[in-house]
């Protein structure tokens, strides 16, 4: 009787993991394609109709803040106009802010850069407890003024005091924190209309972007051409629809 050998076992068990996997999709798709040329799924709009995850005193702070972040000039308007701040709100209620699709059972230990997050705590609960520090802290530095109340220029102070540590922040990194709403206010002013921010497409037009065109392929191979089609999101795209 030839005996089994530990290759031969994984070999089989492979195939057999192989094939049921195969007749599992193929019961799926069974009488016909599961999808319509055309047709997509696209995300639910945002609608600017109050705070889903902020408090009216937090909210006033962040869309402060994404104001100096980006100020309105001749080209744009404000992180607070093109809804940055919105944009931010929208995805702390979401799964963004709960850290879904993350391992969260611990342990927790401080890792590298390239570990990516290694903390228990959500960007939700981050933006909480570090607003509040930061009102706290722009308080103490400014003769009890809170941060909405500052001028320009006492802004853009309090905010480099995040960016380099010297703004202590109680209970949290300041630095930390300047980096994670710089970049969410990047992704906010930036990212398709249909989650919240770049209102009107304001950032799409500054740099010339022209959006979620259905079909980019005649422009492939056309090299350093600007591209002469109008800024279009994916809400108000005809191919762009919900079957």
């Not at 016909?32 to 408090?55: E, L, M």
Request: with cysteine.
């Amino acid at each position: 009787m030839n005996s089994i050998t530990r290759r031969r076992l994984l070999g089989s068990s492979a195939v057999l993991l192989l094939l049921s996997s195969g007749a599992a999709r193929a019961a799926i798709i069974r009488g016909g394609i599961p999808w319509k040329p055309g047709a997509a799924d696209p995300p639910n709009a945002v609608t600017p109709d109050g705070w889903k995850y902020f408090t009216a005193q937090e909210a006033a702070l962040v869309e402060a803040f994404v104001d100096r972040l980006i100020p309105s000039d001749a080209l744009s308007p404000g992180g607070k106009d093109c809804g940055c701040a919105i944009f931010v709100d929208r995805q702390l209620a979401g799964p963004y802010g709960r850290f879904e699709g993350y391992y969260m059972a611990g342990p927790f230990r401080q890792g590298t850069k390239q570990q990516g997050p290694q903390s228990a705590v959500t960007p939700a609960q981050h933006y909480r407890k570090a607003l509040a520090a930061f009102d706290i802290g722009c308080r103490r530095k400014f003769s009890g003024k809170s941060f909405v109340d500052l001028s320009d220029q006492q802004k853009d102070e309090a905010i480099g005091g995040l960016e380099d540590g010297s703004l202590k922040l109680e209970g949290t990194d300041a630095q930390e924190f300047f980096k994670l709403i710089l970049k969410d206010t990047q992704n906010g002013f930036l990212a398709d209309p249909i989650y919240g921010g770049n209102k009107d497409m304001a950032s799409w037009t500054m740099i010339g972007f022209p959006g979620a065109h259905y079909d980019y392929r005649d422009w492939i191979d056309r090299h350093n051409e600007r591209i002469p089609l109008p800024a279009i999101g994916i809400k108000n795209h005809p191919n762009w629809t919900r079957s």
